[in-house]
């Protein structure tokens, strides 16, 4: 099975920047797409960022030009650069793996969760 593990989560002041990376581990027969997600408290769970395999790179209209998405694939690890963070971005970031494998079928996977707070 898949699994993903978030880390690099933090308290930072607004205009600072922090490096969010989420380990893969597990194959899967495809990979559709790695995203990052976040949700605040109060709020439903949101798209930040996804990479479709072979696919443009897309990005929530909040956080473009401010946040990067990457991905390794030597090192199975995606990664989020947040720059110029807003008190508005605290939130908890999920990485997701939205892909095929013969026991499960299409599926998304959910990392635990990195909690970011961005203090004004």
């Known amino acids: 099975q898949v699994q993903l593990v978030e880390s690099g989560g933090g308290l930072v002041q607004a205009g600072g920047s922090l490096r969010l990376s989420c380990a893969a581990s597990?194959?899967?027969?495809?990979?559709?797409?790695m995203g990052w997600y976040r949700q605040a408290p109060g709020k439903e769970r949101e798209l930040v960022a996804v990479?479709?395999?072979?696919?443009?790179?897309n990005y929530a209209d909040s956080v473009r030009g401010r946040f990067t998405i990457s991905r390794d694939n030597a090192k199975n690890t995606l990664y989020l650069q947040m720059n110029s963070l807003k008190p508005e971005d605290t939130a908890v970031y999920y990485c997701n793996l939205n892909g095929y494998t013969l026991i499960s079928g299409r599926r998304d996977y959910w990392g635990q969760g990195t909690q970011v707070t961005v203090s004004s």
């Open positions: 990479m479709p395999s072979g696919g443009r790179t």
């Open positions: 597990g194959r899967t027969f495809s990979t559709y797409a």
